[in-house]
């Protein structure tokens, strides 16, 4: 089965351009769903989070605190690093247990980190969803009730929009109208088809 990759910035429209591809047929697996399912209440890696963290981290209805999380880990880099290296490894084999149970003639793997973690060797292409940088930010000023200063802090920790572009196999520009993007996901779909 080709497995596919798909990355962009934050705010890019990786989930829109996800779920077009989901409406065609094709197995989306979605890392960060994974990783939300890694760290539900009592999995050995929300144990060990909230052993580290404190229970502070921890609501009261027994779920992990992801805004208080998602604080102290985009504005302390050694926080960030070990909660990547706890997660990680576990993402990585959930993301590799559910393409062996793929449907569809191919998957796509959304993967936002894709570049900043060197997983380029995980996957036969990679799609990037591209938008600039304006764009990005105001879509994400938008959705996100995050901190103007947070907000900055944790697109510092994504990697330039030229380092995606220049690995990218295939690029999905996200700059136009959802007709645009919805026939520019349909004409990959068939092009991967062809390759099978």
């Known amino acids: 089965m080709m497995v596919i990759g798909l990355t962009g910035g934050m705010g890019s429209g990786k989930s829109t351009v996800a779920n077009f591809f989901k409406k065609l047929g094709v197995t989306v697996i979605d890392t960060d769903q994974?990783?939300?399912?890694?760290?539900?209440?009592?999995?050995?890696?929300f144990k060990h989070?909230?052993?580290?963290?404190?229970?502070?981290?921890?609501?009261?209805?027994?779920t992990l605190n992801r805004q208080l999380l998602k604080k102290t880990i985009f504005t302390n880099d050694a926080e960030r690093e070990w909660l990547?290296?706890?997660?990680?490894p576990a993402i990585i084999q959930a993301m590799q247990r559910d393409?062996?149970?793929?449907?569809?003639k191919y998957?796509?793997?959304?993967?936002p980190l894709l570049f900043?973690?060197?997983?380029?060797?995980?996957?036969?292409?990679?799609?990037?969803?591209?938008?600039?940088?304006?764009?990005?930010?105001?879509?994400?000023?938008?959705?996100?009730?995050?901190?103007t200063p947070l907000l900055e802090n944790i697109l510092k920790t994504q990697c330039q929009r030229q380092e995606r572009l220049v690995g990218a196999d295939d690029i999905v520009n996200n700059e136009g109208d959802?007709?645009?993007?919805?026939?520019?996901?349909?004409?990959?779909?068939?092009?991967?088809?062809?390759?099978i």
């Open 116 to 147: 900043e973690k060197k997983l380029q060797h995980l996957f036969d292409r990679i799609i990037v969803v591209d938008t600039s940088f304006e764009t990005q930010r105001h879509r994400l000023q938008q959705r996100e009730n995050t901190p």
């Open 84 to 88: 990547e290296k706890t997660l990680h």
């Open 34 to 45: 994974l990783a939300h399912a890694l760290t539900a209440p009592n999995t050995p890696c």
């Open 107 to 111: 998957c796509i793997v959304v993967v």
């Open 99 to 104: 393409i062996q149970t793929a449907q569809s």
């Open 178 to 195: 959802v007709l645009q993007l919805q026939q520019e996901v349909a004409r990959l779909h068939q092009y991967y088809l062809s390759l």
């Open 49 to 62: 989070i909230i052993a580290h963290f404190g229970k502070n981290y921890q609501l009261p209805d027994g």
